[in-house]
C-alpha cells in the first residue's frame, strides 16, 4: 500500500526556515512526481510547487518563489520541502501529495504537517 | 492564471439527499486535468474524480462527475453521514506544470 509518512509538528519563530519531510514506500518513487500543498488554519488547499523526482525539476507557486525549495533524496525515497523567512501568515499544515499519474490528480497524500510561526 | 470558482459556499442537506456542487473554471480547460477531493476534519485530501468523470479506486458509485469547458460538477447521490465534509476542485495546467484548487463546498447536515 502507497505510504507517505511525514515529519512531526514544527514551531518556528518569524525569519527562520523550517524543513518539512516525506518519506514514501511501497512503490517506484521516481515513476511519480511529488507536489506539496498547504492549508491554513480554516482556509483552503493552496498549492505550494512540484518537483519531478525522477529529475530534480522543479516548480514554485509564484507567490513562494524565492522562499521555498523541494528536493528528494532518491536514495531513502523522500522528498522535502524548505521554506525560509517564515511568517505568522506561513502558519498551515503542509502536506506531501503524489502526482504524475490519472490526469495531474493527487492519488496518495501524506498526514500533514503542522508548521506553527510564532514569536 | 486560471481561477476555480466552487458553489455553493456550503451545502445544507439531509441524510439520502441529493448534493450537486459546482466548479466553474475562469477560462475553458481540459476536462482531462478536473478533479475533485473530498476533506474531512483533521484529515489529508482524499482523490474522488480525475479526468472530471472517473471515480478513483475505492470511491462508491454514488460519487460521480461531469463537465467540460469551463463547467463541472459533482453529484452525490443519497448521502451518506460519512459524506458530509468539504469538497473541492482542483485543476492541473502543464508547461509548467502548476495546479489550482477552488476554495471548496462544505456539505453540512440540515
Known amino acids: 500500500q502507497v505510504q507517505l509518512v511525514q515529519s512531526g509538528a514544527e514551531v518556528k519563530k518569524p525569519g527562520a526556515s523550517v524543513r518539512v519531510s516525506c518519506k514514501t514506500s511501497d512503490y517506484t518513487f521516481t515513476s511519480y512526481s511529488i507536489s506539496w500543498v498547504r492549508q491554513a488554519p480554516g482556509q483552503g488547499l493552496e498549492w505550494m510547487g512540484w518537483i519531478h523526482t525522477y529529475n530534480g525539476d522543479t516548480n514554485y507557486a509564484q507567490k513562494l518563489q524565492g522562499r521555498v525549495t523541494m528536493t528528494t533524496d532518491t536514495s531513502t525515497n523522500t522528498a522535502y520541502m524548505e521554506l525560509r523567512s517564515l511568517m505568522s501568515d506561513d502558519t498551515a499544515i503542509y502536506y506531501c501529495?503524489?502526482?504524475?499519474?490519472?490526469?495531474?490528480?493527487?492519488?496518495?497524500w501524506g498526514q500533514g504537517t503542522l508548521v506553527t510561526v510564532s514569536s | 492564471e486560471i481561477v476555480l470558482t466552487q458553489s455553493p459556499g456550503t451545502l445544507s442537506l439531509s441524510p439520502g439527499e441529493r448534493a450537486t456542487l459546482s466548479c466553474r473554471a475562469s477560462q475553458s480547460v481540459s476536462s482531462t486535468y478536473l478533479a475533485w477531493y473530498q476533506q474531512k476534519p483533521g484529515q489529508a485530501p482524499r482523490l474522488l474524480i480525475y479526468g472530471a468523470s472517473s471515480r478513483a479506486t475505492g470511491i462508491p458509485d454514488r460519487f460521480s462527475g461531469s463537465g467540460s469547458g469551463t463547467d463541472f460538477t459533482l453529484t452525490i447521490t443519497r448521502l451518506e453521514p460519512a459524506d458530509f465534509a468539504v469538497y473541492y476542485c482542483q485543476l492541473y495546467v502543464n508547461s509548467p506544470p502548476t495546479w489550482t484548487f477552488g476554495q471548496g463546498t462544505k456539505v453540512e447536515i440540515k
Open positions: 501529495a503524489r502526482g504524475g499519474g490519472l490526469g495531474g490528480s493527487f492519488d496518495s
